[in-house]
Structure formats: structure tokens, C-alpha cells
């Protein structure tokens, strides 16, 4: 938040005052959700693995470094796949676009998604962690560093250009993210990633600048932030500030 006081990388439409309520409000909805209905976290549920002895990593016996670094670039592979499901079937796309709907993104975005979605990525996890038999402390260490580097790269904050073109051969920028935020359908569909950028390499859906910027002949500068954000029907609309409409959204009639 310092950071994009200091450094804001655009202007923004809604006043911060009006607009991180809903977002923040929405983040303890997905975590009351996660309590109540799913109380086996994802590090409670490699705890519980890990007493039963399941999954592949149980049997390997790993050194716990490598161990670590393995449980992380394997949730990490999951998480983006997961990522680019969303952008394909509809009724997932239903739950987030709650997420895409915000037209000023910053570090409060990378909370704002629907509680059923954040529900439904627990379960995805769950499965993965299961699967492997990751440990506790791996598990742990994935979800700082997830949670971490999704506000970063959501900050409405500018990187020196020097830094952005390095950091974004191994993690994911605010403006390599920003482009999947644009309104552009097509941008949307590339950098899916949240914290390694090699699977939008690998899986040929990393973009460098915005498809958007492109037409509005911007290509001098491959990390403009001018281009607008958010979802075309909804631009300027202030229920995507409103925390009851956000809950709602999902389950409206779109046309």
C-alpha cells in the first residue's frame, strides 16, 4: 500500500475509501466460508497426510530443501492451470469475473475473489497436496509466498524498467499481470501465472504488453499502463464496488 502511494502506476477511477471495503469484505467472506464449511486447510490437510503416510512424496524421502522447492513449483503448476480453467468454462467464469470486474487493480484485487471460488481452489489444492503427500512446512511456505507475490503483482505500483524486464523472466510483475486484466478477451486469455512466469512460456500463453495498447499504437513502451482494465459490460459500474453485489454477481442473469 506504501509502495503504490509512493509509486502509483495509474490513476485510479474509484477513491480507495469507497472501493477497499468490498474488496477486503469479500476476502473474510471466502475465509469465513473456508472455516465453516472446509475447516482442513491446506497446510491441516498435509498435516493429516502426512500422519497417514500417503502420497508420493512420503515414499521418496526427499531432503527437505529439495522437498520444499518441489511442493512449491508443483502447487505453483497447479494453481496456474487452475488459473486458466477459470477463463474457459462459463460457470466458473461466472465466479471469477468477480476478481476481473475490478477496473482499479491493486494490492486489495489479489483478495477479491468470490468466496465459492476461493472454496472451490482449496478443494484443487487439497487434491494436489494429497497426491503428493507434501509436508506441512512445504504447504506453508507455498501459501506466503502465493499470497505474498498475488498482492505484489496486483500493486497499482511502477518497477524501475530495468527491473521489470529482469524480474519477469522468473516472477510474475505488475504490469506482465496488469496485461491479463485488461479488457481485451484476448489479453485475458495470456499471463495466467501468479508467481513463476515459465508456464505461460512453457504453454504458450505469455504475452508481453497488452493487445489493447497495441491498436492504441502505445508499442514504445511494452510496459504502458494506460490501457483500461476490468470487464467491457461493466466499466464504470458502481456495483462492482458494492461488496452484496459482488456475492451476487455470479448467479445474475448475464446477457
Not at 502509483?8 to 469465513?32: D, E, H, K, T, Y
Not at 494453481?79 to 477463463?87: A, E, G, M, N, S
Not at 498475488?150 to 500493486?155: D, G, L, P, R, V
Not at 486484466?181 to 508481453?208: A, K, P, V
Request: aromatic letters at 12%; hydrophobic letters at 50%; a neutral charge.
Amino acid at each position: 500500500m506504501v509502495w503504490e502511494l509512493i509509486a502509483p502506476s495509474r490513476q485510479l477511477i474509484w477513491p480507495r475509501w469507497r472501493r477497499w471495503p468490498g474488496n477486503v469484505a469479500l476476502a473474510f467472506c471466502g475465509a469465513a466460508l473456508q472455516r465453516f464449511f472446509l475447516p482442513l486447510g491446506a497446510v491441516s490437510t498435509a498435516l493429516y497426510i502426512q500422519k497417514l503416510g500417503f502420497g508420493l512424496l512420503t515414499q521418496l524421502q526427499l531432503p527437505p530443501l529439495m522437498e520444499s522447492v518441489l511442493v512449491i513449483v508443483v502447487l505453483d503448476l497447479a494453481i496456474y492451470w487452475q488459473h486458466r480453467v477459470t477463463h474457459v468454462l462459463p460457470w466458473l467464469w461466472r465466479l471469477h469475473s468477480v476478481h476481473h470486474a475490478d477496473q482499479d487493480v491493486d494490492g486489495t484485487t489479489a483478495l477479491r475473489f468470490h468466496p465459492f471460488e476461493i472454496a472451490l481452489s482449496l478443494v484443487w489444492k487439497s487434491l494436489v497436496i494429497i497426491l503428493l503427500g507434501a509436508s506441512p512446512e512445504s504447504v506453508l511456505l507455498f501459501e506466503i509466498l502465493l499470497n505474498s507475490l498475488a498482492i505484489f503483482n496486483h500493486a497499482n505500483a511502477r518497477l524501475p524498467v530495468r527491473l521489470e524486464r529482469f524480474l519477469r523472466f522468473f516472477i510474475v510483475t505488475p504490469n506482465m499481470h496488469r496485461v491479463h486484466h485488461s479488457i481485451d478477451g484476448q489479453d485475458q486469455l495470456h499471463n495466467f501465472g501468479f508467481n513463476l512466469t515459465i508456464w505461460d512460456r512453457l504453454f504458450g500463453s505469455h504475452r508481453e504488453s497488452s493487445a489493447f495498447e497495441s491498436r492504441s499504437d502505445s508499442e514504445s513502451n511494452p510496459f504502458s499502463p494506460s490501457f483500461p482494465l476490468g470487464v467491457e459490460d461493466w466499466q464504470n459500474d458502481v456495483r462492482t464496488i458494492s461488496l452484496g453485489w459482488l456475492l451476487r454477481m455470479p448467479f445474475l442473469r448475464q446477457d
